[in-house]
Nanobody, 123 residues
Framework: QVQLVESGGGLVQAGGSLRLSCAAS????????VGWFRQAPGKEREFVAA????????HYADSVKGRFTISRDTARNTLYLQMNSLNPEDTAVYYC????????????????WGQGTQVTVSS
């Protein structure tokens, strides 16, 4: 079982930036894909970005391409999400996720989850 702890959320003005972190523990992440999902008030959880732990292959939602960058530090067992050019539509609780590489990238029903970190973007 993978344990995930997010940090780095907060309040930022539109156009600003934030970097989220997710510390992973509990098992090696070889053959895992790690990623970020978000859930806005009144909406379903949605995929944001993902990266394979070993191979550095990335996936992004269309809504964040060119603005968000996902990365990981294998030595620190930490996942990051650099978020630039934030807008109020990015306001949500952001969740870290880890799943095996052979399962769906974007399903919201799979893998291990962190507790979430709130990101609020003011206009």
């Amino acid at each position: 079982q993978v344990q995930l702890v997010e940090s780095g959320g907060g309040l930022v003005q539109a156009g600003g930036s934030l970097r989220l972190s997710c510390a992973a523990s509990g098992r090696t992440l070889s053959n895992y894909r790690v990623g970020w999902f978000r859930q806005a008030p009144g909406k379903e959880r949605e995929f944001v970005a993902a990266i394979t732990w070993n191979g550095d292959t990335t996936h992004y939602a269309d809504s964040v391409k060119g603005r968000f960058t996902i990365s990981r530090d294998t030595a620190r067992n930490t996942l990051y999400l650099q978020m630039n050019s934030l807008n109020p539509e990015d306001t949500a609780v952001y969740y870290c996720n880890a799943r095996r590489t052979f399962v769906s990238v974007k399903s919201t029903a799979l893998g291990s989850w962190g507790q979430g970190t709130q990101v609020t973007v003011s206009s």
